[in-house]
């Protein structure tokens, strides 16, 4: 079974178990005298400790990465990976450009080695963020940081689908920091400055990704944006974590769309021209 379900089915069953346990100890107690407000303080601190529990087992519960994007996390010839406080840092050969990752929701931030190696081996230092609950929405400040700690020419943002999103709001909010704007079936739901350059890169398969929403964001979009659609790509191949519940049936392989995803990324940030599948 998926991370998803599983952590919902948990939530459920501890909400049950704590209902079915306190109307059984009311039934067993129910002669006493003066215990009405005894069994409702115990049905109160019974529900409230199967739903902690309820919400450890969901947010324990995520995406993990694959054995391929771990076995992209080792070091090569040209880039070494540490990892820090805010989660692991590519470090190439490059000393001018650095972009900084936003994972998606509920998904272990490693899946995204594939595509952060290949950047950093092309001169392009990576910073893969960690995510408190492996929620973007957690830590979308956490970019500050690391922009505080290190010294670049050129910075850059981006994410995967939620952690794109709260990457779109942090250059929202951050347009005079930041250079440009990856993301990977994601979109703005706040105007881009123009600052900014931008590519969006989607796959066709996705059915993850609200394209209603999508294609009404293009309005939030700087001036110097481009698209860049992977055909037979999806919503999971932007990372390496196995299926992703919902989504469509890829009509190419992982790595063919890692290596289209990191194109459009490298495109962007060496500010060449960028097309459909470059």
């Given at each position: 079974?998926?991370?998803?379900?599983?952590?919902?089915?948990?939530?459920?069953?501890?909400?049950?178990?704590?209902?079915?346990?306190?109307?059984?100890?009311?039934?067993?107690?129910?002669?006493?005298?003066?215990?009405?407000?005894?069994?409702?303080?115990?049905?109160?601190?019974?529900?409230?400790?199967?739903?902690?529990?309820?919400?450890?087992?969901?947010?324990?519960?995520?995406?993990?990465?694959?054995?391929?994007?771990?076995?992209?996390?080792?070091?090569?010839?040209?880039?070494?990976?540490?990892?820090?406080?805010?989660?692991?840092?590519?470090?190439?050969?490059?000393?001018?450009?650095?972009?900084?990752?936003?994972?998606?929701?509920?998904?272990?931030?490693?899946?995204?080695?594939?595509?952060?190696?290949?950047?950093?081996?092309?001169?392009?230092?990576?910073?893969?963020?960690?995510?408190?609950?492996?929620?973007?929405?957690?830590?979308?400040?956490?970019?500050?940081n690391i922009m505080?700690?290190?010294?670049?020419?050129?910075?850059?943002?981006?994410?995967?689908?939620?952690?794109?999103?709260?990457?779109?709001?942090?250059?929202?909010?951050?347009?005079?920091?930041?250079?440009?704007?990856?993301?990977?079936?994601?979109?703005?739901?706040?105007?881009?400055?123009?600052?900014?350059?931008?590519?969006?890169?989607?796959?066709?398969?996705?059915?993850?990704l609200n394209w209603?929403?999508?294609?009404?964001?293009?309005?939030?979009?700087?001036?110097?944006?481009?698209?860049?659609?992977?055909?037979?790509?999806?919503?999971?191949?932007?990372?390496?974590?196995?299926?992703?519940?919902?989504?469509?049936?890829?009509?190419?392989?992982?790595?063919?769309?890692?290596?289209?995803?990191?194109?459009?990324?490298?495109?962007?940030?060496?500010?060449?021209?960028?097309?459909?599948?470059?």
């Open positions: 079974m998926k991370p998803v379900i599983i952590s919902s089915i948990a939530l459920v069953v501890s909400l049950i178990i704590a209902a079915c346990a306190t109307t059984w100890l009311a039934k067993k107690r129910h002669k006493e005298k003066n215990s009405r407000g005894k069994w409702i303080l115990i049905f109160c601190m019974l529900t409230v400790l199967f739903f902690v529990l309820g919400a450890f087992a969901y947010f324990g519960t995520y995406y993990r990465a694959t054995k391929i994007a771990l076995k992209n996390m080792e070091n090569t010839r040209y880039v070494t990976i540490t990892r820090d406080a805010d989660g692991y840092f590519f470090d190439g050969p490059g000393t001018e450009k650095a972009f900084i990752f936003y994972p998606g929701a509920k998904v272990d931030e490693r899946a995204y080695a594939p595509i952060l190696l290949t950047m950093a081996e092309e001169g392009v230092d990576c910073f893969m963020v960690k995510m408190p609950l492996h929620l973007a929405i957690t830590g979308r400040e956490k970019a500050t505080r700690h290190y010294a670049y020419e050129e910075w850059f943002i981006g994410g995967h689908s939620l952690g794109g999103a709260m990457a779109a709001l942090y250059a929202h909010d951050h347009s005079d920091m930041l250079d440009g704007v990856v993301l990977f079936a994601a979109f703005p739901t706040k105007p881009l400055d123009d600052s900014l350059r931008l590519v969006s890169v989607v796959g066709t398969k996705d059915k993850v209603k929403s999508y294609r009404e964001s293009r309005k939030n979009w700087p001036k110097n944006a481009s698209e860049v659609r992977i055909y037979g790509g999806n919503h999971e191949q932007f990372g390496a974590y196995g299926h992703q519940k919902g989504d469509g049936k890829p009509k190419i392989k992982a790595k063919e769309q890692f290596a289209m995803a990191a194109d459009a990324a490298l495109r962007l940030i060496y500010n060449m021209p960028i097309g459909e599948n470059n």
